[in-house]
């Protein structure tokens, strides 16, 4: 009967640490949808396909600039459409601060 006991509350465990996991994905799959919503809204459409090839290269560029562009929209500091041209020069402000320089000495 202890065995039983002891299965029951394993299983109960389990499934409270899964519906856990499903509501943090849930929450995170919201949020994604609010901030493409929000870049949608930003961007033009030249930019916003700019964006797009960008995420298929380097995702992780991609999520910084949606990031970036979700603050300055909720912050108030950006309220209309960007052009390609100004999102490039975004980009090139963003990638270009994150650049590493490499001194390589042969001694």
């Known amino acids: 009967m202890s065995e039983d ?3 029951a509350k394993i299983q109960e465990r389990m499934l409270a ?5 499903k509501e943090a994905e849930e929450e995170a799959a919201a949020l994604e ?3 493409n919503a929000i870049v949608k809204l930003i961007l033009s459409s030249e930019a916003l396909q700019r964006l797009k090839r960008i995420e298929y290269v380097r995702p992780e560029l991609a999520n910084r600039v949606k ?3 979700y ?3 909720v912050s108030g500091k950006l309220r209309r459409t960007l ?11 963003l ?3 994150s650049r590493r320089d490499f001194n390589i000495r042969v001694v």
């Open 17 to 21: 640490e899964l519906q856990r996991k």
């Open 5 to 7: 006991r002891e299965l």
């Open 95 to 97: 990638t270009e601060s």
């Open 83 to 93: 052009s390609d041209e100004e999102f490039k020069k975004l980009l090139s402000n």
């Open 71 to 73: 603050q300055l929209y």
């Open 67 to 69: 990031v970036l562009l």
């Open 33 to 35: 949808r609010q901030l």
